[in-house]
T-cell receptor, first 117, second 109 residues
Framework: GAVVSQHPSRVICKSGTSVKIECRSLDFQATTMFWYRQFPKQSLMLMATSNEGSKATYEQGVEKDKFLINHASLTLSTLTVTSAHPEDSSFYIC?????????????FGPGTRLTVT | SQQGEEDPQALSIQEGENATMNCSYKTSINNLQWYRQNSGRGLVHLILIRSNEREKHSGRLRVTLDTSKKSSSLLITASRAADTASYFCATGANSKLTFGKGITLSVRP
């Protein structure tokens, strides 16, 4: 149980285009999902907290107009990287907390490797 | 920032040996969690210890927490080659996790 999927797993896009990444909780409901970014051999940096039915809360330094987050249902959150540039190339990982158990544990997706050319 | 800081940054051991990884943090926490990440993959939750707990076990894993010293340790006993991965501690507060830089563990067969 407690599986989180991400799609796509890898994406290559041209500079200036937008890319949407989906994060789904497959067997549980998640009122809260998180989006992280990870550079090679570095830690995960929290970008934003996504709450179902409300606006996402962004961490300091993260541009909300560039990284659009939509949490439309209890099982789906999307991250759209708008007008992508090469410096946006990174590994994006989402996680979700189980709404029913209210556990502190976060269940992570497998990540999405974004390369902007 | 309450970012966890792990040490050592890299650890190489022989299969069968124990691996001990340490994590220190700066501010108050609700819980501390350890995760494993295989190269290029997502994170796998290993164990969670609450701020009012001092020690916890799960299979070959043993985690301790000393809130007075703001530190935690993760012990993996009888290591296996499959334990080769990066390990992160993450401090939990206000429903968010803050991750440390990670420890790269290599277990030689």
């Amino acid at each position: 149980g407690a599986v989180v999927s991400q799609h796509p797993s890898r994406v290559i896009c041209k500079s200036g285009t937008s890319v949407k990444i989906e994060c789904r909780s497959l067997d549980f409901q998640a009122t809260t999902m998180f989006w992280y970014r990870q550079f090679p051999k570095q830690s995960l940096m929290l970008m934003a907290t996504s709450n179902e039915g409300s606006k996402a809360t962004y961490e300091q330094g993260v541009e909300k107009d560039k990284f659009l987050i939509n949490h439309a249902s209890l099982t789906l959150s999307t991250l759209t990287v708008t007008s992508a540039h090469p410096e946006d190339s990174s590994f994006y990982i989402c996680s979700a907390r189980d709404h029913e158990t209210r556990s502190y544990e976060q269940y992570f997706g497998p990540g999405t490797r974004l390369t902007v050319t | 920032s309450q970012q966890g800081e792990e040490d050592p940054q890299a650890l190489s051991i022989q299969e069968g040996e124990n691996a001990t990884m340490n994590c220190s943090y700066k501010t108050s926490i609700n819980n501390l969690q350890w995760y494993r990440q295989n190269s290029g993959r997502g994170l796998v939750h290993l164990i969670l210890i609450r701020s009012n707990e001092r020690e916890k076990h799960s299979g070959r894993l043993r985690v301790t927490l000393d809130t007075s010293k703001k530190s935690s340790s993760l012990l993996i006993t009888a290591s296996r080659a499959a334990d080769t991965a990066s390990y992160f501690c993450a401090t939990g507060a206000n429903s968010k996790l803050t991750f440390g830089k990670g420890i790269t563990l290599s277990v030689r067969p």
